[in-house]
């Protein structure tokens, strides 16, 4: 699967650009703030609905002063040809086209195309909070099974539910409080059920990613963290009932669970290298795109966001290697480095197509 | 801003008819005592009307939902207008919603039947959910209108929970 031609209308720092692209290796090669992570990002939106790159919300994604954007792509899957069109138009919600119908629910267009990004701040997900960790699980198994998505948005959204109930009133009817937990249960097994399955396929996958970047210098481990995996949660609401009635929020359930990142047992937050912490979250997402790549039959699309800059020359050959053996799909490389660029393409010896941004601008360059 | 134009070119008689009309059905109408729907009276025409069957009592959000299922032709029975569902992230509890007079209604030995008409929504389901299990103690049948795929619409265009739905809350046909 590839992304044969993109159009971008008022997106980030972009007024009308389109661009043909090559179906194996593009890069896009200018000075820092010019907008290399914007193309990839609108890639990113293609195939996921949202900013891989920002949290917050889409209506910043419109370029200044302007009231929509729009992002037009033409894929091949599977020898046919998907139009995905994304289009933000004032203060109203997204809509999502695929081949000009527009999605009803927008979460059925998660996992027509995959996508992994590796990006510097992929560090977050050993550092921050366990909503980052999440937020990446979530992501990788909504992309290859949408009932998982379904489940957790309903989940969530009976959630929301029971903590603004939580704190609406002091005068908690017991029996609607009852009902919430009842409406939980469902989802939550199911979601439980498949983390705890894909953590089993994950970890392999991973360890094997690490060796082969660090060259088998340590012994790393991943580890699925949750209390509903040995007591049910149907339990765990009643005796926390009265805790959550204080603290006004539900405080148990499987959006309290956690992923354990070590290396040579030690926790990685704490006690890892920059370079090993770099190189245990390169692995997380170079397994990511394995598996993807496995559930999926198609390759994922991978969007390299200026990662050569932050690894040292080793790393970068190991990676590129590594790539290269397996029998990648599309790749997107952003660089600062017309040089080292020029060796990236060497190294694939593949079709390829370079591209030079300039303040929103993007030239042709192959 | 359209419709103070078009008034304004209207001779002043009939704007003032207009506008008496307005002011009157702001005044006369009441929301009847039973089932919360709109009338010109203490109880609604519906509730008032002899022929209805006063033993099952449909449960809807809104007026409009009553004028919906009247059109249908199909049910000969009273209503309850809840006035929502419950949904504390747009701040409606269940003390929002005409829930003691549902209850109290359900009491009555002439009631039988209680049918819930809500959206199939999460936060539909959580009122149904609410509301049997705060009918459990009367002696009344509860029922929930039928979820599924829609009629004339095809198989292969329903959405998987839809037709799941249809599937496991199958119908005996036949004998």
């Known amino acids: ?366 | 801003m359209r419709l103070a134009l078009h008034l304004l070119q209207q001779p002043k008689e009939s704007v003032e008819e207009f506008t008496t009309s307005i002011g009157k059905m702001r005044q006369k109408i009441q929301f009847c005592k039973e089932g919360h729907n709109i009338s010109d009276d203490d109880k609604c025409s519906i509730c008032n009307n002899a022929s209805r069957d006063k033993s099952t009592i449909c449960i809807v959000e809104s007026i409009r939902d009553i004028m919906a299922i009247e059109d249908t032709a199909h049910y000969r029975g009273l209503y309850h207008i809840l006035g929502g569902v419950i949904s504390p992230i747009e701040g409606i509890g269940p003390s929002d919603l005409n829930v003691s007079t549902l209850i109290e209604r359900a009491g009555r030995a002439e009631t039988k039947e209680i049918i819930m008409a809500l959206s199939p929504t999460i936060e539909g389901d959580t009122t149904i959910f609410y509301l049997s299990k705060q009918l459990q103690a009367h002696d009344v049948k509860v029922s929930t209108i039928a979820r599924g795929v829609s009629f004339g619409g095809e198989l292969q265009y329903a959405d998987e929970v839809t037709l799941g739905r249809s599937i496991s809350a199958r119908i005996p046909y036949g004998k």
């Open chain 1, 1 to 366: 699967m590839y992304l044969e031609s993109l159009k971008l209308l008022n997106f980030k720092n972009y007024d009308a650009q389109a661009l043909e692209l090559s179906p194996k290796l593009n890069c896009f090669v200018g000075k820092n703030g010019m907008g290399k992570t914007n193309l990839l990002d609108s890639i990113h939106y293609l195939c996921m609905c949202k900013s891989g790159v920002m949290r917050s919300s889409d209506r910043i994604l419109v370029r200044h002063g302007e009231a929509f954007f729009r992002l037009d792509g033409i894929f091949k899957r599977e020898e046919k040809r998907e139009n995905i069109v994304a289009k933000i138009i004032g203060g109203k919600s997204k809509i999502i086209e695929r081949n000009k119908v527009p999605y009803k629910r927008i979460s059925e267009h998660i996992g027509l195309l995959p996508v992994v990004i590796i990006a510097p701040n992929d560090t977050q997900l050993a550092m921050e909070g366990s909503e980052e960790r999440r937020r990446f699980w979530d992501s990788t198994i909504s992309q290859s099974d949408a009932k998982y998505l379904k489940n957790l948005l309903i989940y969530n959204k009976v959630l929301a539910q029971r903590n603004a109930y939580l704190k609406s009133t002091r005068y908690l009817d017991e029996s609607l409080l009852g009902i919430y937990d009842q409406q939980l249960l469902a989802p939550a097994e199911y979601i439980s059920m498949k983390r705890k399955a894909f953590a089993a396929i994950f970890t392999p996958i991973f360890e094997t990613a690490y060796r082969k970047i660090s060259n088998d210098q340590e012994k790393v481990s991943l580890v699925y963290k949750s209390k509903l995996l040995e007591h049910k949660l149907e339990t765990l609401l009643q005796e926390t009932r009265e805790k959550d009635k204080i603290l006004q929020r539900t405080t148990q359930g499987i959006h309290k669970d956690d992923w354990d990142f070590r290396i040579n047992t030690f926790p990685v937050k704490k006690f890892a290298s920059q370079g090993q912490l770099k190189s245990y979250v390169l692995a997380l997402k170079l397994a990511q795109y394995d598996l993807l790549y496995q559930k999926k039959i198609v390759p994922p699309i991978l969007l390299l966001d200026d990662i050569f800059d932050k690894l040292d020359n080793d790393r970068v050959k190991q990676l590129l290697t590594l790539l290269v053996q397996e029998d990648f799909g599309q790749v997107f490389i952003t660089d600062t480095d017309e040089n080292r660029i020029e060796k990236i393409i060497q190294l694939f010896d593949v079709d390829y197509k370079k591209f030079i941004v300039n303040r929103g601008q993007i030239i042709d360059n192959a």
